[in-house]
């Protein structure tokens, strides 16, 4: 209930865990944004980006008491952004079109 109250700041909702991947090796968190109040510039948006997913990977890590130095966390979670405009327009809320995703400490633009 307080995740779909909760407004948007600069853009993104507030980052939630998901689910697990269907190996059961990753825990993903999921980020909603808005693409029309995301930063303009490449460098900008893409910064904002990798800012949210950091913090979503060590917030998850830490309850899970898993490590940076190891990549143990960065391994762990997968963050995935979706548009909120797209999800509105899906059908099926599982097959909205992902955004971007951070894994691996890669951040990956689609």
């Given at each position: 209930m307080i995740r779909d109250s909760a407004a948007m700041l600069d853009?993104?909702?507030?980052?939630f865990?998901?689910?697990?991947s269907n190996d059961h090796q990753r825990i993903?968190?999921?980020?909603?944004?808005?693409?029309?109040d995301l930063p303009r510039n490449?460098?900008?948006r893409k910064y904002a980006l990798?800012?949210?997913?950091?913090?979503?990977?060590?917030?998850?890590?830490?309850?899970?008491?898993?490590?940076?130095?190891?990549?143990?966390?960065?391994?762990?979670?997968k963050v995935e952004f979706v548009s909120i405009q797209e999800l509105v327009k899906a059908t099926d809320?599982?097959?909205?079109?992902?955004?971007?995703?951070f894994q691996d400490g890669e951040?990956?633009?689609h």
């Open positions: 853009g993104f909702g507030i980052p865990v998901k689910d697990l993903i968190v999921r980020v909603l944004v808005s693409e029309k490449y460098e900008e990798l800012v949210k997913a950091t913090s979503a990977v060590g917030t998850v890590g830490r309850a899970f008491e898993l490590s940076f130095e190891d990549k143990s966390a960065t391994h762990a979670v809320p599982k097959q909205a079109k992902t955004y971007a995703e951040l990956t633009s």
